[in-house]
């Protein structure tokens, strides 16, 4: 192989100073690790949702009046029998105290037993009768007669199955978090306008959680017949946390293994242990950067230092390799350095920055946890081109090696040219065919499997933990005994002002209500129209018959009169009321169904609601031409569309349909002012007052509309990811081979491997979601290194007029080690993660296990094989 | 008088999986294994194994319908809100809109009476009282001034029962019997009998002032029933009235009397009477959901509709669970 034209540029930069590049690095070094000392572990809410997708707008908009998705539900379990003694409503009242207590708790929205504004109503024949569920002379009179009450009152409360388990063996404390408040330590002070300006923290979920798990250990000692299960987004981001630190345990594990295989493969302790700390000071570097640009590590990437590390070490072993080779050859230690750190710094810096590349895709994706977990990785990974390119064999110029150990390095390196000879076969027809043949046949089966992926979370409970961690048992526990849980989707129903008070807004709601009680998955639903059915019925004497939402517009509003806006089910202006509706799961086909059937009756809706119309338009223009009443139409059909995407937000923002027709069709040349004043007068009078399309169904809030929206997004961005993904890492080879036929041959089992991971994830029941989607764009960047270390190579032997066969055999003799331990090291580095006690970490273990090693027998196999057809003499 | 049927914004009922758990306010035997119940949103099912199984039929209209009635194997009748009345010819199977009248206020039919293949009588609120003479063709709304109060209206007919082809009963809401000057009111709840299939209705004595929602009859005996609990029984007409008392103050809707002469009723909070003798059980539903008609399967088990949709109930079973509570 010619010398490295690089050769003597990297001698005059770097080695001619060595010690002053060493000095700078462990400068910097010290630097960052002061950093690294203050980085603080950020987990919120709003990160991991996708705030720009049309469904967070409307949870964004509405979250203040109606608690948005995130909610803790403290759930007292009663070990033996019923709820109703003195011990339970003692530890409930205490375990109600103790939540209200919890800093980030909206105090007004806890609910519970004790709450003021959980009250029931009956008939009786002066009218209706209402009070709290427990009565005020609760502690007075006699505590089985009181009991007998409070179990009475529960269910003409409604509330069985919501804050008391359909059961009566538990009850529960329902609470929603903010996600800032008013901190109450903060010293007042004034702001320019001399008001006290608000001091607002940001809620800290994995305090939140730790209060709560303190609150059922003391519960649980307190009261040993009472058992408390907690479930809720803060509570499983504190076990998330708490579960995450012990990735540190799969790292040492991870790190002691690969020092093992650096070591028998470079049969030197010093050899082993510069890649090591070159590795290391790349991580202390990326979170040292991470702290500095003011960003902390959330649970989901506290993964990446760990797979930074790993590439490091994968990366340091092509170095070692590269010395090591120099050194057997018969060079000085420091020309060695030099001549390795001049050929790899190329490839590798341009498999580094693919990598980088490869991360930084995953910014298009509008969910901020991604968007944190690709800086993260796209730092580390920049930061490995320096350590581990320029840092490493510095340092490697250092060591001194003995004649003894060149001698076993050439021994070594002949005893492998057998196993190179036989490898090189693949790079020769008609074996190379077979190898394509076989490639062809995965890509097509990984293709049939990839198109069954499923998008979202596809098992009950918390996702990123696992199904048996006592979170998803008391999650578990908590939709087994009640008919709520945290699956809860609302649809926002927005209308006009005092919309409650007109009937066929109340009766879409209502139908609406309906069809989505109907839907498979569907536990339970709630929404005011409901509470008007019941009112009236209980107003005429609790006839049955009388159980319906009333028609007549003076007694509709008196249905609702007492439902309070705390109740959620309404806002003060009685233009916004939720249809909450309780899932069995959050499974992708579960929201995807209930999604579905908002879109079709929202469109089924604005059908029926335009004929309506057209009929009218029938009617007041009778005595013209059919043909020219079509015109009419015609015309009139886009004004509605028009006029029913308008939102109800501001109260006075929508125009009457009248005034709204008016305006889009006057000038129109097809219709004369005189009919659309008919046509105008004709909806003012003919129309209900609630006029035309007069709700707009909204998704959504709720921890399963949040879902929906993440769903939704992820499933988006896939696409783009990947051709964006695909993109970067065929140009950055068509650069550095300057070949489209090279490109081919790297890029190809790239993809096969892509839709292999794809389909491995339909088998093994992963769905596609926040914390699986980057690792297919990590997969790809990183799985592309092989390749590039391979075919840059390769391509010098075949330019120097080799055989594809030979040209494959000399570069096996060069990095064919390097290359099967950059895979074997990468994969014992993430694959300790299938041992994580959370979900979503052992998922990421599996598949980028998966796709590194996969993407190795790509490199090996079919890049040699596919080049063997595509440079064909 | 004649009355155009507006039937331009009927919508169809919806098939919905869950109509079964909707609420249903009447049930009626139609042939051997074969009951039909009506209630919310226009639901109509049907079921063809005594109440094992249920499957919905497609109806024109989506109102909640109150009652339903047959005139034999094939011929039904249903009838609830906006006056829509529904007839069947095929034992349920298809529905046509025979009378609607769509209004902003609340017209709506209770109580619906199949009495001969001419003659279908129908009340409801505020009085309402309609019929046919001619098998559905053209309906007659009649104001009943003979039952209206000292102030010339109306309260709610709640149930019109037959005790042979010329003598009908009615039972509804308290009306306002008597004023004085002072402009006190004193109510009753209404009991009406017609002897020439509705010609001529007139007012019986009343044993109570608050609302009756049901009325039972037989050939010697009548039992009307209602608000709190309360159930009175005559065996002269209704000349006079004795009150049973059932330990129990929820309302009570729907009433049969069991082959051994026993009283079954249900109601309020889901709440089931059995009165055999002088031995009285009061049962409930442990969601309370209330209970709106029952028919009888024979052998002391019934099906119930309700709040909670169908269910079968078996008073032998519920017997054998209150004595293993006891012991």
């Not at chain 1, 009566?168 to 408040?181: D, G, N, P």
């Not at chain 2, 009307?224 to 059932?246: A, I």
């Amino acid at each position: 192989m010619a010398k490295n034209k690089l050769e003597p540029l990297v001698k005059s930069i770097l080695f001619s100073k060595r010690g002053l590049w060493v000095a700078v690095f462990a400068a910097v070094t010290a630097i960052m690790a002061y950093f690294v000392s203050q980085l603080r572990v950020d987990a919120s809410f709003e990160k991991n949702i996708p705030l720009k997708h049309e469904y967070m707008q409307t949870y964004l908009q509405y979250q203040d009046e109606f608690g948005g998705a995130n909610r803790v539900f403290v759930a007292l379990e009663a070990k033996q029998g019923e709820i109703f003694n003195n011990e339970f409503f003692n530890a409930l009242k205490e375990a109600d105290d103790i939540v209200e207590g919890i800093e980030g708790v909206n105090q007004s929205q806890v609910k519970s037993l004790f709450s003021p504004s959980v009250r029931y109503i009956e008939a009786s024949e002066q009218g209706l009768e209402g009070g709290p569920v427990i009565p005020p002379e609760f502690e007075q009179v006699d505590k089985e007669q009181a009991f007998s009450k409070v179990r009475e009152n529960i269910l003409k409360a409604g509330i069985r199955g919501r804050l008391v388990s359909n059961d009566f063996t538990s009850a529960m404390i329902s609470a929603q978090l903010f996600s800032e408040y008013n901190d109450p330590d903060a010293e007042l002070t004034l702001d320019g306008n001399g008001q006290v300006a608000s001091q607002m923290v940001k809620t800290d979920y994995v305090k939140v959680a730790h209060q709560l798990e303190t609150l059922r250990t003391d519960i649980e000692a307190k009261y040993p017949n009472i058992e408390v299960h907690i479930i809720g987004f803060a509570k499983m981001i504190g076990d998330v946390s708490d579960g995450a630190g012990n990735v540190i345990f799969f790292f040492l594990i991870a790190f002691l293994i690969t020092a093992l295989l650096v070591y028998w493969y470079s049969r030197s302790i010093k050899l082993t242990l510069l890649p090591l700390l070159t590795s290391s000071v790349a991580v202390v570097w990326q979170l040292g950067i991470l702290t500095a640009l003011g960003y902390g590590i959330d649970p989901m990437s506290i993964l990446i230092p760990f797979l930074i590390f790993a590439i490091g070490v994968s990366h340091g072993v092509q170095m070692i390799n590269g010395v090591q080779h120099n050194v057997g050859k018969g060079f000085k230690v420091y020309d060695a350095a030099i001549a390795a750190c001049a050929g790899l710094i190329v490839p590798g810096g341009v498999a580094l920055l693919s990598d980088t590349i490869g991360f930084l895709t995953l910014q298009l994706i509008e969910i901020d946890i991604i968007r944190e977990l690709a800086i993260t990785a796209s730092i580390g990974v920049a930061v490995l081109i320096l350590t581990n390119l320029i840092l490493l064999p510095l340092l490697l110029s250092y060591t001194h090696f003995p004649q003894s150990f060149v001698k076993s390095v050439q021994q070594r390196e002949k005893s492998h040219e057998k196993w190179w000879g036989k490898l090189s076969v693949f790079a020769k027809r008609p074996m190379a065919t077979v190898i394509v043949v076989v490639g062809i046949i995965l890509g097509l089966i990984g293709y049939w499997g990839a198109e069954n992926m499923k998008v979202g979370d596809l098992h009950a409970g918390a996702p990123a933990l696992k199904q048996n961690s006592p979170y998803n048992l008391d999650t578990k526990y908590v939709t087994e005994k009640y008919s709520i849980g945290t699956d809860v989707i609302s649809i926002l129903a927005e209308t006009r002002a005092d919309g409650c008070t007109f009937y066929n807004i109340m009766e879409t709601i209502d139908d609406f209500q309906w069809q989505l009680s109907n839907i498979k998955g569907v536990q339970s639903t709630l929404s005011l129209p409901q509470i008007s059915k019941v009112v009236n019925g209980l107003l005429s004497e609790g006839n049955l018959k009388w159980k319906m939402l009333p028609k007549d517009e003076a007694v509709l509003p008196y249905t609702i009169a007492r439902v309070e806006t705390s109740t959620g089910l309404l806002n003060s202006g009685c233009s916004v009321m939720p249809i909450m509706v309780f899932l069995t799961d959050h499974k992708a086909e579960t929201i995807e169904r209930v999604v579905g059937s908002v879109k079709s009756f929202q469109s089924d809706y604005l059908d029926a609601e335009k004929s309506k119309v057209m009929t009218l338009v029938d009617t007041s223009f009778g005595s013209l031409e059919s043909s020219e009443r079509e015109v009419i139409k015609s015309e009139l059909a886009p004004v509605l569309d028009g006029y029913s995407e308008l939102s109800y937000h501001e109260d006075d923002a929508k125009p009457e349909l009248e005034e709204y027709v008016t305006d889009q069709l006057s000038g129109s040349e097809t219709i004369s002012e005189d009919q659309l004043k008919q046509l105008t007068s004709a909806l003012e009078d003919e129309l209900p007052a609630s006029g035309f399309k007069p709700v707009k169904f909204r998704l959504a809030t709720g921890a399963v509309g949040v879902m929906a929206a993440t769903n939704e997004a992820v499933a988006a961005a896939q696409m783009p990811m990947m051709i964006w993904v695909y993109l970067a890492v065929t140009l950055l080879c068509l650069i550095s081979f300057r070949s489209v036929r090279g490109t081919i041959c790297v890029v190809l089992p790239l993809v096969v491997v892509s839709l292999l991971a794809q389909a491995l994830m339909t088998w093994l029941e992963i769905g596609l979601t926040v914390a699986t989607l980057p690792v297919i764009a990590l997969g790809v960047g990183i799985g592309v290194d092989y390749g590039i270390y391979i075919f840059s190579r390769m391509v010098g032997f075949i330019r120097e007029g080799r055989s594809v066969s030979e040209a494959y055999f000399e570069t096996l003799k060069l990095t064919g080690n390097a290359v099967l331990f950059t895979g074997l090291t990468l994969a014992i580095g993430v694959s300790t993660w299938i041992f994580s006690a959370l979900q979503y970490q052992a998922d990421m273990g599996i598949m980028l296990t998966f796709m590194f090693l996969v993407n190795m027998l790509g490199a090996i196999f079919l890049l040699p094989a596919l080049a063997s057809i595509f440079y064909r003499r | 008088m004649f009355v155009m049927s507006c039937t331009g914004q009927a919508k169809p009922a919806v098939i919905a999986p869950k109509a079964d758990s909707s609420l249903l306010l009447d049930i009626v035997k139609v042939s051997e294994g074969r009951y039909i119940t009506v209630g919310e949103r226009g639901h109509i099912l049907i079921s063809e194994d005594k109440g094992a199984s249920w499957r919905q039929v497609e109806v024109p209209v989506d109102v909640n319908l109150a009652a339903v009635d047959f005139l034999d194997e094939q011929h039904g009748v249903a009838v609830g809100f906006d006056q829509t009345i529904l007839l069947t010819e095929d034992a349920g199977e298809t529905w046509t809109i025979s009378h609607q009248q769509v209004s902003n206020y609340q017209p709506a039919l209770f109580s619906v009476l199949y009495a001969s293949s001419d003659n279908i009588t129908a009340v409801g609120s505020y009085g309402l009282y309609l019929e046919t003479n001619d098998g559905g063709d053209n309906w007659q709304v009649r104001e009943i001034t003979s039952l209206s109060d000292v102030y010339d209206g109306f309260s709610h007919f709640y149930d019109l029962e037959k005790r042979s082809d010329e003598t009908w009963f009615m039972a509804g809401e308290k009306y306002i019997a008597e004023a004085n000057d002072i402009g006190e009111e004193f109510s009753k709840g209404m009991v009406a009998v017609t002897r020439d299939a509705g010609k001529t209705w007139e007012k019986i004595n009343s044993p109570y002032e608050g609302s009756f929602f049901g009325i039972s009859v037989t050939n010697g005996d009548l039992y009307v029933y209602g608000l709190r609990g309360n159930l009175f029984h005559s065996e002269d007409q209704g000349g006079s009235w004795k009150k049973l008392k059932l330990a129990n103050e929820a309302g009570l809707h729907d009433m049969l009397i069991t082959e051994n002469n026993g009283l079954v009723l249900v109601g309020t909070g889901g709440v089931l009477v059995h009165k055999q003798g002088d031995n009285i059980s009061v049962a409930k539903r442990s969601d309370l959901k209330g209970r709106a008609a029952l028919v009888s399967l024979g052998n002391e088990r019934f099906i119930i509709v309700g709040e909670g949709g169908v269910e079968t109930y078996d008073a032998n079973n519920e017997k054998k669970a209150s004595a293993v509570k006891g012991q």
